[in-house]
């Protein structure tokens, strides 16, 4: 019942940028720590970034800090990966997950906490 859907991903050469959407549905995930994972072939699931239900705070993993941004619109129930000046190792399969918390202010679930997973989308960083 509860679905997690990635869009926005695709081709995009170095440099260039991209925003990724995460939109939820089954419920209203007020009070769900949102997180951004991704995983290349070959390559372990990464932690990318995370944002608090109540918006006050933010994860960027340190490979993508400085270019990422995330953006959280609660009543929408959906969720921004803002991605600027893309490399190629930023290639990876990008998911979007949930995980319940009491704590507003609280970020730093392992990915093994997360309730809801979304089916990920491309994103491919051309050279």
């Known amino acids: 019942q509860v679905q997690l859907v990635e869009s926005g991903g695709g081709l995009v050469q170095a440099g260039g940028s991209l925003r990724l959407s995460c939109a939820a549905s089954?419920?209203?995930?007020?009070?769900?720590?949102i997180g951004w994972f991704r995983q290349a072939p070959g390559k372990e699931r990464e932690r990318v970034a995370t944002?608090?239900?109540?918006?006050?705070?933010?994860y960027f993993a340190d490979s993508v800090k400085g270019r990422f941004t995330i953006t959280r619109l609660n009543a929408k129930n959906t969720v921004y990966l803002q991605m600027n000046s893309l490399k190629p190792e930023d290639t990876a399969v990008y998911y979007c997950a949930a995980v319940f918390s009491y704590y507003g202010d609280r970020l730093d679930y392992t990915g093994l906490e997360y309730d809801y997973w979304g089916q990920g989308t491309q994103v491919t960083v051309s050279s």
């Open positions: 944002m608090s239900w109540s918006g006050g705070r933010a």
């Open positions: 089954g419920g209203t995930f007020s009070r769900y720590v």
